[in-house]
């Protein structure tokens, strides 16, 4: 599978055409065509694609029902194109209303479709870049408030750390085998400088003193002076109110 390529999820009955199209496009990859809302769900949860383009009326559950299933299974949406042949107002704002990205009436031709992918894949990237921006500034405040400075390694290599498991939570489950190295990989050192750089950090923010800023950050008195968290506590906490507060 090739990870550079755009995913698409088709939910519709009379979609072979649309499928064939972008099944011939080098760029993008159909990882199904389903009919059910049930399999629906199942599918996108399992293959994560970057579009899902239904049918509203599905079989076993309608769109509405499976946008709402998916926004309880994901942690982050796929871009939604409805296309259907109900076409009045109403429905449409509901849909829009709702979370869904585009709504498009059928007949559809596969070229308009794939424009309006591009659009929505482009403001995408926006989005993202706009996103990774406000979680870096919510990190950057974390640290300085319980004492961490700028400037030591330690602080890039937390900061990338939290970012890792917000966007990939089990990772934390994984310190030393994926962690450290995907981190390691992207500043050019060694494993063992970024654990030690951590390490250095939390130590750095003990001897500082700001116990009771950490403890009010988390809501908890988890902390005390003689007692510091290890470097996948520290990063697991703070990645978790990331979490919690979207």
Known sequence: ????????????????ELVKYFQGKDKYEVVGNVNNGQDLVKLAVSTNPNFIVMDV???????????????????????IVFISNISHS???????????DYFMVKPIMPENLEERLEDLKDNKLEEDAKNEKQ????ISNIF????????IKGYQFLREAVKLAVEEPEIIGS???????????????????????????????????????????????IYSSNEKPTNGELIALIADKMLMEG
Do not use: Q
Request: aromatic share 6%; net charge positive.
């Open 1 to 16: 599978m090739d990870n550079n390529k755009i995913k698409i999820l088709f939910a519709d009955t009379d979609g072979e």
């Open 57 to 79: 009326m599905l079989a076993g559950m309608d769109g509405f029902m499976v946008l709402n299933n998916l926004k309880k299974n994901m942690p982050t949406l796929p871009k």
């Open 90 to 100: 109403g429905f449409v704002t509901k849909a829009i209303k709702e979370g869904v």
């Open 135 to 138: 979680l870096e500034e919510k």
């Open 144 to 151: 300085i408030s319980i004492g961490i400075p700028a400037h």
């Open 175 to 221: 310190i030393t085998k994926r962690l450290y190295p995907t981190i390691a990989e992207k500043f050019e050192t060694s494993s063992s400088k970024v654990e030690r750089g951590m390490r250095h950090a939390i130590e750095v923010a003990w001897n500082r003193g700001k116990i009771e800023n950490i403890n009010a950050l988390f809501g908890l008195k």
